[in-house]
Structures are given as structure tokens and as C-alpha cells.
């Protein structure tokens, strides 16, 4: 690999903010690899990306530690090294706290908040030695809830306090920030047969304070920033983004 080509790591890239990172860092001509455990989806994506030469697929269950060595491993015999980490990959299981079992209770907090840390932990030693950065893609559920969504709201809670822990202990070597999106339309962005349950609609629109439901390219432009030297005085962040939404009054 060409020293002057960075490398990117996405987990959960094969569907909704992850699929497009994936495609926007390609776009961009980054070496691009993309983790995650849905291998019909990661299909769709080794089809679209069949000629670019930078794009690696490699699956992987981010909770589970030995997936995740020889991930990154692959990862850094396929491109030589990595600059950037987006944690992205995650799982929900939205039922009410009664009908909640413990197993799904540690499949999410596994996904969500194991994974990043482990992602982190066997990728720092290669960040370190590109001065790269770690950005973890929590949730406005972190902040603010609606019923039945214990397990997904506390994952992201942990992953916004999470990052500026990773941020403190890495420090100066590697930065680390968060992003917490709010309600970003995904449906071009999911594998195929999948079908959208709530097609956006003027209504839907009309809630934001910006006028308008977030797309991928917000979130692709704000992780672009956050990897680049221009956000170099940036670590241990949380960028919330979702049009206004959490600071909206609504009695």
C-alpha cells in the first residue's frame, strides 16, 4: 500500500450509516475495509465494489475477540496499516423490559459496546503509528428515549462515555470522538428484500427545527471531518446531530 493512501476500518459497513461511509471513503480514494457480520449484505457490497482495488470484505462478529484479531490482522496484511477506526456496527432488540431476555440484553450490549472496545484495543497499536483516530457512532437514544429500548439506550450511553475514556487513556498518540445521530434515513442503504417500514414524509420533515429528517451524507461529512488534521484539537467529543431534535421542546 502507498503511504500516502489512508486505510479505513468500518464495522457494521454493510448496511445503513456503515454502507454509506463505505462508499463515501472509497469515493474519496481511501483504502476502505468493511467489517461486519451480515454476510448477504456484505455480498451486495463485494458486487458493487468488484472493481475497486482498495475495498476489502471481511466478516466479522465484533463481539467476539478472536473474530476480531484476525479481522484487523487481514486488515493490515491486505493495506499495511490503518489510520481510521469508525465503530459503527450495532444491534437492537426493542421489546418491553418484562419480555427482555438476558440473552438478548448481552447480544446488544455485546454488539454495541463490547465490539467498539474491542475494535479499539487490538486497532490502537496500528492508529498509534499513523496518528490516527478512533470515531464511535452512538445514538441520540444515549440522551433521550422512547419505551422499550433499555438494552440499545444504555450500549450507546456506555459508547459516548467509552469514547472519552479510549480518548484520555490513548492521548496524545490517537483521538478519539463520538457521533450521536438522531433520526437519519437509511432505506437506500439497506440489503436487498429489505423493506422500508416508515417511508419518510413531509410530517416526518416537518418535526426537525432544520426542516428535514438527517441523511448519510450529514453523518459522512462529519466523520470525514473528524478523521482529518483539520479536527487535530478535537478528542473525546460527542457530536450530536440530528436536526435540532433533542433540543426541541415538545409539551
Request: aromatic share 8%; hydrophobic share 40%; net charge negative.
Amino acid at each position: 500500500m502507498s503511504e500516502s493512501i489512508p486505510t479505513i476500518l468500518i464495522t457494521g459497513g454493510a448496511q445503513g450509516i456503515g454502507r454509506a461511509l463505505c462508499g463515501f471513503f472509497i469515493s474519496k480514494g481511501y483504502s476502505v475495509v468493511c467489517a461486519d457480520i451480515d454476510e448477504t449484505a456484505g455480498a451486495e457490497l463485494l458486487l458493487q465494489f468488484k472493481n475497486e482495488a482498495q475495498f476489502l470484505w471481511a466478516p466479522c462478529n465484533v463481539a467476539n475477540e478472536n473474530q476480531v484479531q484476525h479481522m484487523i490482522q487481514n486488515s493490515i496484511e491486505r493495506f499495511g496499516g490503518l489510520t481510521t477506526l469508525i465503530n459503527c456496527a450495532a444491534v437492537n432488540r426493542q421489546k418491553p423490559i418484562s419480555e427482555l431476555t438476558l440473552v438478548e440484553w448481552s447480544t446488544v450490549i455485546a454488539s454495541n459496546l463490547t465490539g467498539p472496545f474491542l475494535c479499539s484495543k487490538y486497532a490502537a497499536p496500528f492508529l498509534k503509528q499513523n496518528g490516527g483516530s478512533i470515531i464511535n457512532i452512538a445514538s441520540t437514544r444515549a440522551l433521550m428515549s422512547e419505551a422499550n429500548t433499555e438494552a440499545y439506550s444504555a450500549s450507546k450511553g456506555g459508547l459516548i462515555s467509552l469514547t472519552h475514556s479510549l480518548a484520555i487513556s490513548l492521548a496524545p498518540d490517537i483521538r478519539v470522538n463520538c457521533i450521536s445521530p438522531g433520526w437519519i434515513d437509511v432505506s437506500e442503504f439497506k440489503k436487498s428484500g429489505t423493506e422500508t417500514t416508515h417511508p419518510i414524509n413531509a410530517d416526518d420533515h416537518a418535526l426537525h427545527p432544520s426542516g428535514r429528517v438527517g441523511t448519510t451524507q450529514d453523518i459522512c461529512y462529519l466523520v470525514d471531518f473528524l478523521a482529518s488534521n483539520k479536527a487535530q484539537f478535537i478528542t473525546g467529543a460527542n457530536y450530536i446531530i440530528d436536526g435540532g431534535m433533542t433540543r426541541k421542546m415538545i409539551y
